[in-house]
């Protein structure tokens, strides 16, 4: 429905904050406009809140079926990419359009920028909100990647797109599983791409990702307060020897980095040692990216186990990428020892390679949520350990 009828504007604003699943058994239809409809536009603006802050600011913008909005970037991840790019490009391209979030984004880095993609509403979609927020050199084509590809000869500097599963059961963990099949589309995309940016979902292989794509310049693996949300490969004509990884946490507004490399991370030593005044965790990125030995090695902190990814040292680290903590005690795992450092009982509670999940630690210490102290189960050098610890 575009635009969006006046009446129906109106209701949505009113019903803003409604539950949506009660909207669609109360009601059939607003001014003519099916409710279910009505109750997409509502449930879209809802989750772009804090997701799509620029899009959730207009009253003109359109929301597509939920799934789309659920894996489109944030724009937080999106303006990640629009930084890989400086100046002035001439030609780009988003081969997997959808709802139109990275295509944004990207455009301003080039004279003119093409949104491609096979779903006639999601283009739509996309199209009305490239109009609202005023991209104006952006041009959407309705056709499949690979037809798009065989039907234009244009040279792109630069070729996006980010494939989806092929089944909607199940993870997948590497590109063969995927549509547009991307690895199959490569000998094209390096004939007629300068660079070539590819997005995954967190649950990638990335080792298996650039054995299967070759010729991987750069890995960023991205994190938005805390949370991994896509891996991105981005591919170059300038030849590579070996990947460089990125751990890219995005939190607050600001952009945190760690940068290595996997021949690094082999080669690095790590020490390991009975936790000792302060406990660390790396930011999901690096845990993701696989640096394990390599960040111990670089900030001067030692292991708790082989397979335990916690660091601990006798000193607080404060640049360290992750989150620190300072042990307070270190306890038995049940209520008589929580309830001489919980007040009313309450903690956030993880755990670690540790035999209990959190939920059953915290149910077999009688514990609640909340609170400022942590209570953290993990598997050390020499044996399990229960400890009560704060932020730092």
């Known amino acids: 429905m575009i635009p969006i009828p006046d009446a129906v504007r109106e209701f949505i604003h009113q019903h803003a904050n409604d539950d949506v699943r009660q909207l669609v058994l109360s009601h059939q239809q607003i ?14 603006r809802q989750k772009a809140k804090d997701k799509l802050p620029l ?7 359109i929301f597509p079926p ?3 909005l659920e894996q489109c970037s944030s724009e937080a991840t999106a303006r990640f990419k629009q ?9 780009g391209v988003d081969l997997t359009g959808g709802f139109g979030v990275d295509c944004f984004y990207l455009a301003p880095r ?10 006639s509403e999601l283009l739509e979609i996309a199209r009305n909100n490239h109009r609202v927020l ?8 309705h056709t499949s990647a690979e037809s798009f590809l065989c039907d234009s000869s244009a040279y792109y500097d630069l070729v996006y797109i980010d494939p989806s599963r092929r089944t909607t059961k199940g993870k997948v963990f590497r590109f063969r599983d995927c549509e547009p099949g991307v690895v199959a589309l490569m000998p094209t995309l390096r004939s007629r791409a300068g660079t070539i940016l590819i997005k995954a979902s967190p649950m990638i292989d990335i080792q298996q990702g650039i054995e299967e794509l070759q010729g991987v310049s750069e890995v960023f693996v991205v994190s938005v307060d805390g ?5 991105l490969f981005l591919i170059a004509n300038a030849a590579s020897s070996e990947p460089t990884i990125h751990a890219v946490n995005i939190s607050g507004g600001l952009i945190h980095r760690y940068s290595f490399l996997r021949s690094e991370e082999k080669a690095a030593e790590v020490l390991l040692n009975k936790p000792q005044a302060f406990l660390y965790e790396p930011n999901a990125s690096i845990l993701k990216a696989g640096a394990f030995k390599k960040v111990a090695a670089d900030f001067g902190v030692q292991k708790v186990h082989v397979s335990t990814h916690l660091y601990t040292a006798t000193e607080l680290v404060s640049d360290f990428p992750g989150r620190k903590f300072r042990i307070v005690a270190q306890i038995r795992a049940d209520d008589k ?13 993880m755990t670690r390679n540790y035999p209990l999940s959190a939920d059953e630690l915290k149910k077999k210490m009688k514990i609640g949520d909340g609170g400022d102290l942590y209570i953290i189960g993990f598997t050390g050098v020499d044996k399990k350990y229960v400890v009560v610890a704060s932020r730092v």
């Open 31 to 44: 001014a003519g406009v099916p409710i279910s409809w009505v109750a997409q536009q509502i449930g879209g």
């Open 134 to 141: 005023q991209a104006n050199n952006i041009t959407h084509h």
């Open 83 to 91: 930084d890989l790019f400086t100046g002035k490009l001439t030609r």
């Open 227 to 231: 949370e991994c949300k896509e891996v």
């Open 66 to 68: 939920t799934l789309n």
């Open 55 to 61: 899009w959730f600011a207009s009253d003109q913008i």
């Open 337 to 349: 020892d929580a309830a001489l450092h919980l007040r009313e009982m309450k903690a956030n509670v």
């Open 110 to 119: 080039f004279q003119h920028f093409d949104y491609v993609d096979g779903n």
